[in-house]
């Protein structure tokens, strides 16, 4: 399936993902999703559900992907899942200077630890090869756990003393990002950094929009962004957990496993959905709660396990995690008790 990206008669936009793993597998597969859905919708209608309403349509979209990996068998996995795109999808093993010297978007999905070396790399074959880095005047948009702009753009220009005096606007604009993995279904829950010079029109249309494709989006400072990384891309597994042992619970007095997995995981959409929908969680669980019943009984026993301040625990503690990784300290976890 091929993509126009155009409605004016330009040529439409590439946008190349380096590390395309989990996180970049997801993200590529919502924008293709929803791609693939505008061709019979018309421009301006979001074909997400759960899209942030207002949108500024860009003039230009994205019509062309690379997906940059070193494994071959990630190659072999990524041809299988983007099979009904091969038009518009070229998978590349080991030629991350040739994906973004194609690219108008590059989208880092690396590990942390490795943005380093990965940017360092195509910065000094660029100027090796073509005398100036590929990614001048390009969006690069980082989705890399606590990995800070300021810390891309040090990367991009610290070792490099005739870009110190470079003009904004011949600079690569670095965004960060922070999604999540139900970004394949377009349920994301996308935090962007509010950059600290605005970006170029072009630029922060098709950042809102690539994110709007994959869910709902919010602009919030970079200072909040570790704690965004855990309650937004780790609150998934959270959620999964609670969700499961819900599951457990109703197998344990003797409800099907299959059964019980999507009573639970129906029923906490139910809840999310009140909440969405403007209800205040304590208003919900209050009126469930009627007096001498099942469900206050069941509240009270979470109380006495003190499963708030647990799960609160966690997200800061995943706050902290996200903000050594950025800095490059491994092992963390093994060293935080």
Request: proline share 5%.
């Amino acid at each position: 399936m091929a993509f126009n990206g155009s409605e004016n008669g330009q040529t439409g936009l590439t946008l190349t993902v380096l590390g395309c793993g989990t996180m970049g597998k997801a993200i590529l597969t919502g924008i293709l999703s929803s791609l693939a859905e505008m061709k019979s919708s018309p421009p301006g209608t979001s074909t997400s559900g759960s899209s942030t309403p207002a949108e500024e349509w860009p003039s230009r979209l994205p019509s062309r992907f690379i997906a940059c990996v070193r494994r071959p068998e990630t190659v072999k996995n990524l041809r299988k899942t983007f099979a009904a795109y091969e038009s518009a999808v070229t998978i590349l093993q080991n030629e991350n200077l040739r994906g973004v010297k194609e690219a108008d978007i590059v989208l880092l999905c690396c590990k942390p630890q490795l943005v380093s070396t990965i940017l360092g790399e195509i910065e000094e074959s660029s100027k090796n090869l073509f005398g100036k880095s590929l990614l001048q005047k390009k969006l690069l948009i980082s989705i890399c756990a606590g990995t800070t702009a300021a810390q891309i753009e040090e990367i991009l220009y610290a070792p490099f003393s005739d870009r110190k005096d470079q003009k904004l606007e011949e600079r690569c604009r670095v965004v960060r990002a922070m999604p999540n993995t139900a970004s394949s279904i377009r349920e994301s829950m996308t935090v962007i950094a509010t950059p600290n010079t605005p970006l170029p029109p072009w630029m922060s249309s098709i950042t809102t929009w690539i994110f709007n494709r994959i869910g709902r989006v919010v602009y919030l400072p970079p200072s909040v962004m570790d704690a965004s990384t855990a309650l937004c891309g780790a609150g998934v597994a959270f959620y999964a957990l609670v969700l499961e042992a819900m599951a457990d619970g109703g197998v344990a007095m003797g409800l099907p496993r299959e059964e019980a997995q999507l009573m639970a995981a129906q029923t906490m959409r139910g809840a999310s959905g009140l909440v969405l929908a403007g209800e205040h969680p304590a208003y919900v669980r209050e009126k469930v709660a009627t007096p001498g019943g099942c469900t206050i009984g069941g509240l009270l026993v979470l109380e006495e396990g003190t499963v708030r301040g647990t799960v609160a625990r966690a997200v800061r503690e995943a706050t902290v995690v996200a903000s050594q990784l950025g800095k490059g300290v491994e092992g963390v976890n093994g060293t935080r008790f």
